[in-house]
């Protein structure tokens, strides 16, 4: 696999951002993270976007990071937040979510941030053990979704 740095409003993330929000509605019902990004928040050195494409040069997983400081939504100060993880169903299991997120942990620990956090849902198992085994641990929940019962918030400092 070949993993780039794009933009979050390349077309290649916008697709695989179309599909994630697809998959958001089946589980949840809702219409896909409704969380407002704009394409600035991954720009280095405040954040990051990666695509990964595979052997034909097309793009089968995606990830981000976007500073995060104090603020009323419970971010703390040095927070990097982890958003649109993603691996295309054909070719999940294969460890690029891994790959993904520990080149997100290093950019970010480069670029000075002290802690990654992230928000899922209790329908997302997947995710949840991603994360459980790479080292994060449950915390304060903070974004959009803090007040909803199904969201689930973990951190693991850089």
Known sequence: MNIRRVRFDHPDAV???DEVQAEYHVR???????TALDPADFDPPRGTYLIA????????????WRSQDLNEEGNQDGDAELKRMFVVAQVRGRGLARRILAELEADARAAGRTRMVLETGTEQPEAIALYTSSG???CAKFGYYRHHDNS???AKQL
Do not use: F, M, Q, S
């Open 152 to 154: 689930l918030c973990y």
């Open 15 to 17: 697709k695989l951002n």
């Open 136 to 138: 994060y641990a449950p």
């Open 53 to 64: 494409y595979d052997e034909r040069d097309r793009p089968v997983a995606t990830g981000g």
């Open 28 to 34: 949840y019902g809702d219409g896909g993270d409704a």
